[in-house]
């Protein structure tokens, strides 16, 4: 089993930018692919990135391709997002999701362990 609990979420005026952290306990996250997903108010969660085991590969939703970026540090058992040029549509509560091996990684469904999620607010 491992743990992911998420930190980073806020407030933030349009354009602004934030970075989420998603903090692994119980196994290596070098074992999985990582995903962050959001789900607004009143609507079905959704795949916004995700990132290979070893980082050589990252996959975005075309929402937030060259406004986001996935990361991760094996070494520190973590996985970050890096949010830019934010815009009110962005505003949800963002989860962290982890998989041994996702035949599709946007799928929800693919992903076994996941964190409580963190919210991210950005204002007009």
């Known amino acids: 089993q491992v743990q992911l609990v998420e930190s980073g979420g806020g407030l933030v005026q349009a354009g602004g930018s934030l970075r989420l952290s998603c903090a692994a306990s119980?196994?290596?996250?070098?074992?999985?692919?990582m995903g962050w997903f959001r789900q607004a108010p009143g609507k079905e969660r959704e795949f916004v990135a995700a990132i290979r085991w070893n980082g050589a590969s990252t996959y975005y939703a075309d929402s937030v391709k060259g406004r986001f970026t996935i990361s991760r540090d094996n070494a520190k058992n973590t996985v970050y997002l890096q949010m830019n040029s934010l815009k009110p549509e962005d505003t949800a509560v963002y989860y962290c999701?982890?998989?041994?091996?996702?035949?599709?990684?946007?799928?929800?469904?693919?992903?076994?362990?996941w964190g409580q999620g963190t919210q991210v607010t950005v204002s007009s």
């Open positions: 999701a982890a998989d041994g091996s996702p035949k599709n990684y946007y799928a929800v469904s693919e992903y076994n362990y």
């Open positions: 119980g196994r290596p996250i070098s074992w999985y692919t």
